[in-house]
């Protein structure tokens, strides 16, 4: 058995030649570098084979040469780690053996097999993390093959024969390099030799592109590995298809520098011709494949980015980014697009992919359907909030984490609200073709007008990033104006209803007789209540959506609003004719009465209408507070009547007594109406202060009294001074504020008392400046008592009367309910 000499190899080494070639052997690899190359790039490499078979043996050799060894690369599978055996992550592949025999050795096949042999071997891991790897799968026999540079010289041709896997390339050696056989063979002639020199310089001069770049005078690779403490670290590799796939399965965007190195190489090599047809379009679906697997991990992330961790989603982008640089740079390169042997692949537009992704995530957050609630809200309704709720919550979040990782060009913030706001308009649209309630027209209505423009895109979060995005309104146009109008018409009829609906069930509660509430010891009803709420809604319903639409709406309120009134009234006037004989009847009579005080509030506080439209609306209440007044007082006046006829049964020989006794029987019933509010008992003592002046007025003009001397109409003077000082004294401490009257009968008293016409005409001109309904009757009965005034001077001083006073019609009468003659 012969000696034999293990060296280590690395690229650009010798790797025949007499022994004096490894005198120095070449350095170690560094520890967890090693290379394989892709079968696909054989053809830059040189004719390699794989065969079967333990070594080379040396051929004859001549006079004088060194001895030529036997020389091989063995391939076998191990378990390696990635960093030289220092803790790294285990990795699967191939080692690769050289061995060497020396001059008279021999192979002895399978025995040697797997370091079993004699020879020496330098083991180069090829595992899955090397740069340019290619392992071979079921369609290519299962080998890998070390890369080996053009400007190393090539081994003479050789026969491997054997049970274990050796590399040998084949070309023609150097005339100093013996060449290498196979036991037994016969040696090639001359012109094979011939033959095999030119192969050689054919491959030298294909494969010569390994070499470019090197300067005139710089050493080759082989020549500075000879070298072995000078030669630098070798360049990194790229990494094989099935690494790459299997880092994107993983999810490891990493791999997007790679592939799209790996995919300009392909494109170099297909421009300098390097390739066939074949296997140029077998690398680019590879390339392809990769890239499908690459978009599918990018796309997947920033389709869910709120649940992605921020590294990823940047990482992401930072790729999206890359794609979108390349497509621009492939539009604008001049010529056709692509290379030559290659499919245009470019434009990939994975950032229209990605804005229709976000499309796509929009459309299924949206349209989602939202699970019932407890709060009875309409399927419309839910709807809404769902959308609305998740639109805001999601462009939030993108703003918050997805636009601060995203190169500006993208306008992230308007792809998603853009994609957001088209789905949004898309379920309203939808929903529009539907026959809607009222309360869901309402309810699109004020998303469409109010939430979605004011809560959502002005929201201080989202404003100042929408600033220059138009997404306009979510419905058209006239399609708003549509539902504006049957809103509209909707709320009219909702208010109509339930105005009729209140009042009905408060005149069944008058009719059966139920006592009203009472509220700070008032008689108190909900009533009106109700109806403000119900009209007061309408409106707030209205201006909710716009301020437009509540302007429309306003005279349409009021109008249901004065129809309700007059039904009111008519109800009340029913119960008041109907229901005398009732319990409860004085007390639901107080509190419709008090009823009408918010009323008034609202109509002239709240709603601010026109002089006209105001009159119109506070008519039915003051004719239903009149009424009202007229039941409570009936039963008081009637006790006064007889009391008032005493004036005139007697000759006012003793009318303090009976003025007295009527002040007293007021006075009783008074407490009757303490139920009723404040002002309205104000009103009503001014009923009972009117009612005593004009009874008062009205027996003083019956009483057919003629006093014929000035003595007797002084004294009936003072008795009327006197007695209207006990009148307004009374009614003012009870809590009557009308003034108005405190002149009525003091100034008859001075008329009665007054002698001369002149002085007579000028009080009767006062009296009737501050009562215009003070007629000629009314004063031809007053100075009928005076028998001493002749009858052209009463004429005289009726004629008065004609003058114009210019004094404006009151809106209070008094002699006009006086009745004389």
Not at 191 to 219: C, H, I, M, W
Not at 447 to 458: A, E, H, M, S, T
Request: aromatic fraction near 6%; include cysteine; proline fraction near 7%.
């Amino acid at each position: 058995m012969g000696q034999h000499r293990t060296h280590t190899v690395r690229w650009g080494v010798r790797v025949w030649g007499p022994t004096q070639a490894w005198r120095q052997p070449a350095p170690t690899p560094r520890p967890g570098w090693w290379e394989r190359v892709s079968p696909s790039r054989t053809p830059q490499l040189g004719r390699l084979r794989l065969a079967q078979g333990a070594h080379a043996r040396p051929r004859a050799r001549g006079p004088g040469q060194p001895p030529s060894h036997s020389l091989g690369f063995g391939l076998r599978p191990g378990v390696f780690r990635g960093d030289g055996g220092r803790g790294g992550p285990a990795r699967r592949g191939w080692s690769l053996r050289l061995f060497q025999a020396a001059p008279g050795s021999e192979a002895t096949g399978s025995a040697r097999t797997h370091g079993s042999s004699p020879f020496s071997a330098h083991r180069v891991p090829l595992g899955p993390q090397a740069t340019g790897v290619k392992r071979r799968t079921e369609q290519n026999g299962g080998w890998g093959c070390a890369r080996i540079p053009a400007s190393a010289q090539p081994l003479a041709p050789c026969d491997c024969s054997g049970p274990r896997f050796s590399l040998c390339a084949m070309g023609q050696q150097p005339s100093s390099a013996p060449s290498l056989r196979v036991p037994g063979e016969v040696a090639p002639d001359r012109d094979e030799e011939e033959a095999s020199t030119k192969n050689s310089n054919v491959l030298a001069t294909q494969y010569g592109f390994f070499t470019k770049g090197r300067k005139k005078g710089q050493p080759s690779l082989a020549e500075t590995e000879s070298e072995p403490e000078s030669s630098p670290p070798p360049p990194a590799q790229l990494p094989t298809v099935e690494e790459l796939k299997a880092d994107l399965e993983r999810g490891r965007l990493e791999a997007a520098g790679p592939l799209l190195a790996l995919e300009l190489e392909l494109q170099e090599a297909a421009a300098a011709g390097l390739a066939s047809e074949e296997e140029l379009v077998q690398r680019q679906s590879e390339v392809e494949a990769l890239y499908a697997l690459l978009r599918d991990q990018v796309l997947g992330l920033l389709r869910r980015p709120l649940e992605a961790a921020p590294e990823r989603l940047r990482q992401a982008l930072a790729v999206l980014a890359e794609q979108e640089r390349q497509d621009r740079a492939a539009a604008a390169a001049a010529g056709p697009p692509g290379s030559p042997g290659l499919a245009a692949t470019r434009p990939r537009g994975w950032l229209q992919l990605w804005r229709d992704g976000v499309a796509q995530a929009a459309a299924e957050r949206l349209s989602r359907r939202p699970a019932a609630d407890a709060e009875g809200r309409t399927e419309a309704e839910r709807a809404f909030l769902h959308m609305g709720r998740t639109m805001k919550e999601d462009l939030e979040a993108v703003v918050e984490r997805l636009k601060p990782l995203s190169p500006a060009d993208f306008s992230v913030v308007a792809a998603y609200a853009e994609s957001y706001h088209a789905e949004f308009a898309a379920q309203l649209a939808a929903l529009t073709q539907l026959e809607l309630c009222p309360r869901d027209t309402y309810m699109l209505l004020l998303w469409v007008q109010n939430l979605y423009p004011n809560d959502i895109l002005n929201s201080p979060k989202l404003s100042p990033e929408l600033q220059g995005v138009r997404l306009g309104t979510l419905l058209p146009q006239t399609q708003i104006r549509q539902l504006e109008a049957t809103f509209l018409s909707n709320e009219v009829a909702s208010i109509r209803e339930l105005t009729a609906r209140a009042l009905e069930l408060e005149s069944e509660r008058w009719t059966k007789d139920e006592a009203p509430q009472r509220l700070d010891d008032r008689c108190h009803s909900e009533l009106a209540i109700d109806i403000i709420q119900i009209i007061s809604q309408g409106q707030d319903k209205a201006e909710s959506i716009t301020l437009d639409l509540g302007t429309q709406i306003k005279p349409l309120l009021l109008e249901e609003l004065a129809r309700f009134l007059r039904s009111y009234q008519r109800a009340f006037d029913d119960f008041l004719e109907r229901c005398r004989q009732l319990r409860n009847y004085r007390a639901n009579v107080i509190a419709n009465i008090n009823n009408c005080l918010p009323f008034r509030v609202s109509v002239e506080q709240r709603w601010q209408t026109r002089p006209d439209l105001q009159n119109s609306l506070l008519r039915p209440l003051n004719e239903l507070k009149s009424h009202g007044f007229d039941t409570l007082l009936q039963s008081l006046f009637g006790d006064l009547k007889p009391l008032f006829k005493r004036f005139t049964q007697t000759r006012w020989d003793a009318p303090q007594q009976t003025l007295e006794e009527i002040i007293s029987t007021v006075a009783e019933r008074m407490p009757e109406f303490s139920e009723l509010q404040d002002c309205f008992r104000e009103e009503l003592l001014e009923a009972v202060h009117l009612h005593l002046v004009k009874e008062y007025i009205t027996h003083l003009c019956k009483r057919r009294l003629v006093l014929k001397t000035a003595e007797q109409q002084q004294q009936l003077a003072g008795l009327v001074q006197a007695n209207a000082q006990d009148i307004q004294q009374f009614c003012t401490q009870s809590g009557s504020r009308a003034t108005w009257l405190h002149h009525a009968l003091p100034t008859l008293a001075e008329i009665i008392r007054l002698q001369d016409p002149s002085a007579i005409k000028i009080e009767v001109a006062t009296y009737a400046a501050l009562y215009p309904d003070f007629s000629k009757g009314h004063l031809s009965a007053i100075l009928a008592i005076k028998g001493n005034l002749s009858s052209s001077d009463a004429k005289s001083i009726r004629s008065i009367l004609d003058i114009n006073t210019g004094a404006h019609e009151p809106s209070k009468a008094l002699f006009s309910l006086i009745k004389v003659g």
